[in-house]
């Protein structure tokens, strides 16, 4: 993995290591990863991290939302759970929604992508 790291700009390497993308993925995972960003041109490079990029824009800007219904709700509401119940349903469904679009962009481009987690919370 080192002398393919050298290899690449360290910019990229920085964005690779930074990457909630990558979060917790082992060695093996981001050798892989770095591979195959590597084999990308550089423009579809640069669309890739374009794309990665709005994805988490949007993220960003659906839970900035999540909190403001949150607050919102418990402002009428006398009892604060439903609020915050409604709050943990909305925020695994979009996590779900995330996972989803950051596997097909990745698909998109050829990049390694993580195996969906099973109910006993193994790698599959």
Same mark, same amino acid.
């Given at each position: /993995?080192? $002398?393919?790291?050298? *290899?690449?700009? %360290?910019?990229?390497? &920085? #964005? !690779? ?43 960003? /800007?659906? $839970?900035?939302?999540? *909190?403001?219904? %949150?607050?919102?709700? &418990? #402002? !009428? ?48």
């Amino acid at each position: /993995m080192p $002398r393919l790291l050298s *290899l690449l700009p %360290l910019g990229l390497v &920085l #964005s !690779v290591a930074a990457a909630p993308a990558l979060a917790g993925r082992g060695p093996a995972f981001l050798e892989r990863e770095a591979e195959a960003l590597a084999k990308l041109t550089g423009s579809d490079r640069r669309t890739y991290f374009n794309d990665l990029r709005a994805l988490e824009r949007r993220r960003s /800007m659906r $839970r900035q939302a999540d *909190l403001s219904r %949150l607050e919102a709700c &418990l #402002s !009428v509401r006398s009892q604060g759970n439903s609020c915050v119940q409604e709050q943990q349903r909305q925020a695994v469904a979009q996590r779900m929604q995330w996972k989803q679009e950051l596997r097909a962009l990745r698909e998109r481009y050829n990049l390694p992508v993580m195996h969906q987690r099973t109910p006993d919370r193994q790698w599959r």
